[in-house]
């Protein structure tokens, strides 16, 4: 599986983006997803995931009730919707694909990677 994430950029505090993640190969209903993010000097955190159908989600108590992922297996894509943004959310922003039904908030039981997106937001 190969991972395209986009939808990075400059947003002022309180701004909203919308990261995606494109999927190739036919199998993507097949693996649980995970959004990470890493901030310069930080270790990769844990931000969000999905099961592979979809049926289940977690989001990190930093970014609860503001950020929002979902899936749609039709089009091999995973979203991540970000609301009401802060200058502490500014990192490089990955998804992640894993084997199984369920997300993982440990990175190293990922087995693909995208290449990462740039989020900045401005106070």
């Known amino acids: 599986v190969q991972l395209q994430a986009s939808g990075g950029g400059l947003v002022q505090a309180g701004g909203s983006l919308r990261l995606s993640c494109a999927a190739s190969g036919r199998t993507f209903s097949s693996y649980a997803m995970g959004w990470f993010r890493q901030a310069p000097g930080k270790e990769r955190e844990f931000v969000s995931g999905i099961s592979r159908s979809g049926g289940h989600t977690y989001h990190a108590d930093s970014v609860k009730g503001r950020f929002t992922i979902s899936r749609d297996n039709a089009k091999n894509t995973v979203y991540l919707q970000m609301n009401s943004l802060k200058p502490e959310d500014a990192a490089v922003y990955y998804c992640?694909?894993?084997?199984?039904?369920?997300?993982?908030?440990?990175?190293?039981?990922?087995?693909?990677w995208g290449q990462g997106t740039l989020v900045t937001v401005s106070s």
């Open positions: 992640a694909a894993r084997g199984g039904y369920y997300y993982e908030a440990d990175p190293q039981m990922y087995d693909y």
